[in-house]
Structures are given as structure tokens and as C-alpha cells.
């Protein structure tokens, strides 16, 4: 069973809806109850603040630190990426749950946010290069751990990779066909 | 590249859970069930879909709520919704049932501060204004609500500025002295929105053939719509989407 994080920011019943489609069998969590859980994804719409408050205030942010450091399957969407690293120009006072190093920043684009499509490549990935469907205002310029990189305003680092560990800036729910099978790959790995 | 894909967002105007042909309420014919078609025009390219309840009203909530759950379960592009929205209420059972964006023409000329709260609760970034503008003879566009029978004192200018300032994520921009003519977008008015304010603006009104996408691409364009023109099968989006790569045009074609 995988499980889908419920921390308030909307969005989750498209994530369901594309597992749904490939077959596999969701359920949503609010409260951080994972033991019978094979896979966790963490959804995120919204601002990075609200996103991580919410995790605090129903103990999701300690079960996600040890979900991750145990290399157990995590997916992380958008905000669910971002919550990953230290923190955010979008809400300075906010702490992210720090499992990767480096700050989220605005995205310096004539139009912001980035809402639409945009090609992403991948690194050494099981992955292969499409299009994907974007909609944020901030995101990671680098990691350490990127594996997919792509361009608005500035190229950027769009997907990270350590172990068991994914997360994308793009909606694999949203970004059509190619999405879909991100998100069956990933299920796969 | 410092700019996305271009978007081609076919429309589809339903009423009563059906997509429905010819505007203004006038020669309506049956198209079909919209989740059939929007299925079919995600698998010939489409990057997003718009619906349009031309006949919206209380009673007919249960029906569109039930087609907006349909298209979630089986679309994997983004859609929205317009069409009879009046209060934050409505945009969040739209918005819970699956939609991506809601799309506000009226209700938010009646009362702009609807964008705002929409915008605050949801974020900007399902909040879609749809504006329908027209030339007047002193020159300027002006715009109109209630389908484009009713002139409001602004003009197009000063609303999308308005809408921007309020939260608006996106602006849908109709001409209605264009709309099923087949002359093309009014690049005139959407060109000077498109290129000077900070959020995207889809295009729609007066477009026939590929001629007029690159056009409306190339004048500054984030997003061009259509309806008949794909209904009608005379023009496959698939086929528009080549002929605008070969125009040296971003689209996505991995779809």
C-alpha cells in the first residue's frame, strides 16, 4: 500500500486519481500512521510555509525524517520536494525537514509564477527526458542529489535522487502520458 | 529558454453534462459526452482543457460537479472550469472535485474582491479570469460581461492590470468581435496584455487554422484556445502542434 500524505494544501485527489489510473492501490493519510505503508508520497500545493506547518502540526515532519533516513520509498511533489531541503525565501522563518542541503529560491522569470510545460532532462536516470507540467514560483537552482535539471528564467534543478528517495518540482500527476510513467517507474524501482 | 511551451487548450462549451456547439446560446448541437472528447484531445496533443458551462445555474450544479469528477478520474493534464461561479464556495466544489483551475468572467466584474479571496484560500494559481473584450469606436477595448451582452466601464487594460493586482493567475482573453468569424486572434489587444503583465495569457476568439496560432504564439501569446476548429475535425491538434514546431514554435510533442 502506498500512502499519500494529506497536509491540508489541496491537490491530493489527482495524485490519487493517476495511481488509480496505473492501478495501484492508494490511501490517504492525515494522521502520520505508516506501519503498514510500503511507500510514502508527499503531495504539496501551496506555500512552502502552510505546507510545513501543516507536517508539524500533525507530526508528519519527525515520521518523515526517519521514513527518509531509513532509505525507506518516499516521493515527494512540488512542495513536497521543497520541504526536503533547509528552508525557503518564500517563508524565511520556516524550517524545512532538512534531509537535503541547500535553500529554495525565487525563480527570476518575467512571469511568475511558472505555470505550464517545460522539457526536462535527467541525469544517469531510469528516466527518460519529456515534458513536464510546472507550477511553481521558487524552486532549488542546485543539489547534490539532483537528477533532472530544466529552465525558466534560469535552469534549475527539478527532481532529486539518493536511495530510495525522489522527489520532483514538475506534477508527474498533471504532466500527461510521460508523467504517468514516471510515476509507474517509480512505483517499479 | 526563458519561456515555456506553448499551450493549445481546445475549449469545450457544455450544457447540461454534454458538450454542446455553436455560442451565444443559439444553434446548440449535441458534440458528445466532454469526457469522451477531452480524452480524445489529451491523445492528440492537448496541453490543457477548458470547459465552459454556458448554462450554469443551481440546478444543474450536480451535473457539472459529476462531469469535473469524471474528467479528473480520467484526464492526466491539467483542466478548468468556468461557467456560474459566484462565491468562494463554488469555486472550492469545483476545485475539491478535481478541477485544476476555475475560471471567473462575470462574477468577478459584479465583484472583483472575489478574485482576491479565491486567490488567497486557493492560490493564484487556479484562479483563471476569463475576459471577453471588444473595439470600441473610440479606439480602446472595452469589456463586457454576461457572455458579451453587457458593457462594463472598464477597459481591457485597466481589468487585466485590476485582476493581476487582485491575484488573477492567468488571464483567458476573448474577442468577441473575432470569436467564429475565422480572422484570427485580436492580437491588437492581446499582444500589449500578453507582453507587458507578469502572469499568462491564453488567447481565444477568431482562430481557423495554424496561421493564427504561430501568429498569436509569436506576438507574445503563453496559451491560444479553440473550439470549433477542433470540434469540427478540420484541424487536428496533433497536426497544429508539427506545423508550429516547424514554425520554430515550443510545443510539447511527447504526449
Given at each position: 500500500m502506498i500512502g499519500?500524505?494529506?497536509?491540508?494544501?489541496?491537490?491530493?485527489?489527482?495524485?490519487?486519481?493517476?495511481?488509480?489510473?496505473?492501478g495501484v492501490p492508494t490511501d490517504i493519510r492525515t494522521l502520520p500512521d505508516v506501519s503498514d505503508l510500503q511507500a510514502l508520497v508527499l503531495p504539496g500545493q501551496g506555500r512552502f510555509g502552510t505546507v510545513m506547518n501543516a507536517l508539524t502540526e500533525r507530526g508528519w515532519d519527525d515520521v518523515l525524517k526517519g521514513w527518509i533516513e531509513a532509505d525507506r520509498k518516499f516521493l515527494g511533489i512540488c512542495v513536497g520536494m521543497q520541504v526536503l531541503f533547509e528552508g525557503s525565501e518564500e517563508d524565511p522563518g520556516v524550517s524545512g525537514l532538512g534531509m537535503l542541503t541547500g535553500t529554495v529560491k525565487r525563480l527570476r522569470a518575467p512571469k511568475n509564477p511558472m505555470m505550464g510545460w517545460a522539457r526536462v532532462c535527467w541525469r544517469d536516470s531510469i528516466f527518460s527526458d519529456g515534458s513536464a507540467f510546472f507550477v511553481n514560483g521558487y524552486a532549488v537552482a542546485k543539489s547534490d542529489v539532483c537528477c533532472a535539471t530544466t529552465e525558466y528564467g534560469e535552469p534549475f534543478c527539478c527532481a532529486v535522487q539518493r536511495g530510495h528517495m525522489f522527489a520532483t518540482q514538475f506534477h508527474p500527476e498533471k504532466s500527461g502520458k510521460w508523467g504517468q510513467e514516471v510515476l509507474r517507474q517509480w512505483i517499479n524501482s | 529558454m526563458d519561456q515555456l511551451l506553448k499551450r493549445i487548450i481546445p475549449c469545450l462549451d457544455v450544457d447540461g453534462g454534454r458538450v454542446v456547439k455553436g455560442t451565444h446560446f443559439v444553434n446548440l448541437r449535441d458534440m458528445g459526452d466532454p469526457v469522451e472528447l477531452a480524452v480524445r484531445y489529451e491523445t492528440q496533443g492537448a496541453d490543457e482543457v477548458v470547459f465552459l458551462d454556458i448554462n450554469a445555474s443551481a440546478e444543474h450544479r450536480p451535473t457539472a460537479l459529476d462531469m469535473v469528477r469524471r474528467v479528473a478520474e480520467s484526464l492526466s493534464i491539467p483542466f478548468t472550469l468556468g461557467g456560474g461561479l459566484r462565491s468562494v464556495d463554488d469555486m472550492y466544489a469545483f476545485l475539491d472535485a478535481g478541477a485544476d483551475k476555475v475560471a471567473l468572467n462575470s462574477a468577478a466584474l459584479h465583484d472583483p474582491g472575489l478574485v482576491e479571496l479565491g486567490a488567497r484560500q486557493f492560490g493564484s494559481q487556479c484562479m483563471v479570469v476569463a475576459m471577453?473584450?471588444?473595439?470600441?469606436?473610440?479606439?480602446?477595448?472595452?469589456?463586457?460581461?454576461?457572455?458579451?451582452?453587457?458593457?462594463?466601464?472598464?477597459?481591457?487594460?485597466?481589468?487585466?492590470?485590476?485582476?493581476?493586482?487582485?491575484?488573477?493567475?492567468?488571464?483567458?482573453?476573448?474577442?468577441?468581435?473575432?470569436?467564429?468569424?475565422?480572422?484570427?486572434?485580436?492580437?491588437?489587444?492581446?499582444?500589449?496584455?500578453?507582453?507587458?503583465?507578469?502572469?499568462?495569457?491564453?488567447?481565444?476568439?477568431?482562430?481557423?487554422?495554424?496561421?493564427?496560432?504561430?501568429?498569436?504564439?509569436?506576438?507574445?501569446?503563453?496559451?491560444?484556445?479553440?473550439?470549433?476548429?477542433?470540434?469540427?475535425?478540420?484541424?487536428?491538434?496533433?497536426?497544429?502542434?508539427?506545423?508550429?514546431?516547424?514554425?520554430?514554435?515550443?510545443?510539447?510533442?511527447?504526449?
Open positions: 499519500i500524505v494529506d497536509c491540508g494544501s489541496g491537490n491530493i485527489a489527482s495524485v490519487r486519481l493517476a495511481f488509480d489510473r496505473l | 471577453d473584450v471588444k473595439l470600441e469606436p473610440a479606439g480602446y477595448h472595452g469589456v463586457y460581461s454576461h457572455g458579451g451582452r453587457k458593457q462594463t466601464r472598464w477597459t481591457a487594460k485597466s481589468w487585466a492590470r485590476e485582476m493581476v493586482n487582485r491575484g488573477a493567475g492567468e488571464l483567458l482573453l476573448t474577442s468577441i468581435d473575432r470569436d467564429g468569424t475565422g480572422c484570427g486572434f485580436d492580437m491588437d489587444i492581446i499582444e500589449p496584455i500578453a507582453r507587458t503583465l507578469p502572469i499568462p495569457v491564453i488567447a481565444s476568439g477568431g482562430a481557423v487554422n495554424d496561421d493564427h496560432f504561430i501568429t498569436a504564439f509569436r506576438r507574445g501569446a503563453d496559451a491560444a484556445l479553440a473550439a470549433t476548429m477542433f470540434h469540427s475535425g478540420d484541424v487536428i491538434i496533433g497536426d497544429l502542434k508539427r506545423a508550429l514546431n516547424r514554425a520554430g514554435i515550443p510545443v510539447r510533442l511527447d504526449y
